[in-house]
C-alpha cells in the first residue's frame, strides 16, 4: 500500500494532504498492465491482499512519487480512486460528512500499515483518506 506519508506543512501550519497511491479497476487485468506498462513504462508484481488479484503498481518515480494498485473491477461505475495521506482517518471522514461528501466504505484496516476510508465529494467523485499506522490490525 502506500509508502510513508510525508509530513510537511501547508502554509496554514496544517499536515499537507498529499496523494500517496491511487487504484486502477480493470475488467482485464492483461490488457491494463499492457496499456499502463507499454504507456508509461510501469511495471506491476502480484501482492497479497484482501482482494483477489491484486497488483502491485511501481510508477518509477522515487519516494516522492506514488506507486497504486491495479485491481479487478467491482461494479461498472468503479473509476481510478486516489489515496490523500491524512492525520487521522476519523477526524477526516467526519469533515467529509460535514462539508456534504459521503463515506462509502468506513474506516478499515491494512494490517500493518494504517487505515483508509473510502469517500465520495458532493460531485459525485470518489476518492480515499489514509492514515499510516503500522499497528493497524
Not at 471522514?93 to 500493518?112: D, F, Q, S
Amino acid at each position: 500500500m502506500p509508502k510513508k506519508a510525508r509530513t510537511a506543512k501547508t502554509a496554514k501550519g496544517r499536515a499537507a494532504a498529499s496523494l500517496v497511491w491511487f487504484e486502477i479497476p480493470a475488467d482485464s487485468i492483461d490488457r491494463a498492465r499492457t496499456f499502463y506498462g507499454s504507456l508509461f513504462g510501469w511495471t506491476f508484481n502480484k501482492i497479497p491482499a484482501a482482494i483477489a488479484d491484486y497488483w502491485h503498481i511501481d510508477t518509477g518515480g522515487g519516494n516522492g512519487t506514488p506507486d497504486g494498485g491495479l485491481m479487478p473491477r467491482m461494479h461498472p461505475a468503479q473509476s481510478i480512486t486516489n489515496y490523500i495521506a491524512v492525520p487521522s482517518v476519523t477526524k477526516a471522514a467526519t469533515k467529509v460528512l460535514k462539508l456534504g461528501g459521503t463515506i462509502c466504505k468506513p474506516k478499515t484496516p491494512v494490517p500493518g500499515m494504517g487505515y483508509f476510508v473510502i469517500c465520495e465529494d458532493p460531485e459525485g467523485n470518489t476518492f480515499a483518506l489514509w492514515e499510516m499506522n503500522p499497528r493497524a490490525k
